[in-house]
């Protein structure tokens, strides 16, 4: 994957999305969404249930490759390539942009080998036990697990299974994070120290989050995209972007009434 | 409800009126003829166990359990018997592991591909058909192994007898194979979606998914389905019986002819031993050591599920 200068769009944006809409073989799941992510800022994607902005951010790392009949149209670059190119390649693409997924989901191998696990298989030639070290003081895990390195990945609590995720996910240095709904399987405790992680981390990754808990968003991010769904004459759900603004605007002046409404719980 | 009543509900107004005392007897007799047919396999097995335990001790009278252990012949049906079980264990051991060197490979190359690999129209297809493997009758696969197999190895194997060790594990490999692959299979496929995925997101390719992920991740399953198949194959009869011969010798040639346990009985039992004769009570001997091998091998099993199975909520 070549990076071209001349034509990325705008310094300092991470991903272009332009006219994307996404399909689930013909049926149109999400459509119609342009938005650009800034580098080293979190975005977060809030919305109602099959709103699509999971769908949105499984684009980022090409994750819904796996999914059989899903296609995107439209553009999406990241750093202006465009990302569903022939040309690139998704395992490399999916080194540079980490995920963080809604249920913790620890690899069921030893803590230590949970964050070398993805080094390994990218080929880092480094030391892996410093590597481990930083990356488990990065997610702020470090100083309850120094002791058992040795002991399953799944051994530890939800919310310490959680920052192991992203302790593995920064491990492998990407460029960019994506979390979906991060801390919708853990206690308000560990949610905070997540939170809190996520304020350290975007010194250095841009970040996109996807939430159903709008305070969070308002606590995190300084972008906010608000999408929502409609229901379709065959009963599915079609997800659409409504709105995408600095978070204040987004929560104190929001240009949509749908996004007046959703933001101060009318709905959803 | 004999000794205490709800008090009267004050909106009681005749319109409900169960009938608590039949719901109750019917309760009892749902629980009694479900508890009757549960105990018909118990008491089965309590059966079984009983007699093997009974006629072993009546052929513990006759042969000293040392000679039973130490000896190296098999003769019990000739003049001058002698009761050496390690040489009939020793046709067992080679034929089972031979068939497990054939089915653990092939057993968990076909899981890998039905869970991973094959789309999943082709999987709806691919599966049954494997089972269906399981459930060609075994004297076929007896007659598979020594007109077909052992021809075609007597091709390249320098010195292999018509009946052999080597063609009756291999088939005996092919026989438990469906055990093994679908019970893997299960094992695989039952790995959540969303570790392979946590896997993807860090860059590694299905290869690396699946090696590095979802085999360990699958392992107490995968190990359980090839104790289950060691545990086919040490009981398994027709194959041996048809292909491996009926010449019990202590040797782990896999070319010459060999009597496993369960031949032995075979030949025991359709020859014209008087019941009560220790060639006779000798088959419950070579039973029981049969099923406390068995036993044992569904023990660890069971202990390994639970030792090394990872909870996923």
Known sequence: MQTNPSTAVGAGTTFHVAQANYYYGSFLAVSNVNLDIPERKITAFIGPSGCGKSTVLRCFNRLNDLIPGAHVEGTIQYRGVDLYDKSVDATELRRRIGMVFQKPNPFPKSIYENIAFGARINGYKGDMDELVERSLRKAALWEEVKDKLKESGLSISGGQQQRLCIARAIAIEPEVLLMDEPCSALDPISTLRVEDLMHELKEQFTIVIVTHNMQQASRVSDMTAFYNAQATEKGGKQGYLVEYAPTQTIFNNPAQQATQDYVSGRFG | ?313
């Open chain 2, 1 to 313: 409800m004999t000794t205490s009543q709800l008090p009267d509900s004050p909106q009681n107004s005749g319109l409900w009126q169960p009938n608590r005392q039949l719901s109750k007897s019917m309760e009892l007799l749902a629980k009694i003829v479900f508890g009757a047919f549960g105990l018909v396999s118990i008491a089965t097995t309590i059966g079984i166990v009983l007699t093997l335990i009974f006629e072993t001790f009546l052929f513990f009278q006759e042969v000293p359990i040392w000679n039973f252990l130490t000896d190296t012949q098999w003769t019990p049906l000739f003049t001058n018997s002698q009761y050496g079980i390690i040489v009939l264990i020793s046709a067992t051991f080679l034929t089972s592991f031979i068939a497990l060197i054939v089915a653990m490979p092939m057993g968990i190359l076909a899981a890998v591909c039905l869970s991973e690999y094959a789309p999943s129209g082709l999987r709806k297809w691919l599966k049954p058909a494997l089972e269906i493997l399981a459930g060609v009758p075994t004297v076929v696969f007896g007659y598979f192994a020594l007109f077909f197999v052992s021809p075609i190895l007597e091709t390249f194997v320098p010195g292999l007898r018509p009946f052999n060790g080597l063609s009756a594990g291999i088939v005996l490999g092919i026989a438990i194979l469906p055990t093994i692959a679908s019970l893997s299979e299960d094992a695989i496929y039952a790995v959540p979606q969303s570790l392979r995925q946590g896997s993807y997101a860090l860059g590694a390719t299905k290869r690396e998914t699946v090696t590095n992920v979802v085999l360990p991740a699958a392992l107490s399953g995968i190990v359980a389905s090839f104790i289950l198949g060691i545990a086919r194959a040490v009981g398994e009869t027709m194959i041996v019986t048809i292909a491996a011969g009926q010449n019990p010798r202590l040797t782990l040639d896999p070319r010459v002819p060999i009597q496993t346990m369960t031949s032995f009985i075979v030949q025991v039992a359709k020859g014209d031993a008087p019941t009560g004769s220790i060639e006779f009570i000798t088959i419950f001997a070579v039973g029981m050591t049969l099923f406390l091998i068995t036993l044992v091998l569904n023990a660890f099993s069971f202990w390994f599920v639970g030792r090394f199975r990872e909870k996923y909520e």
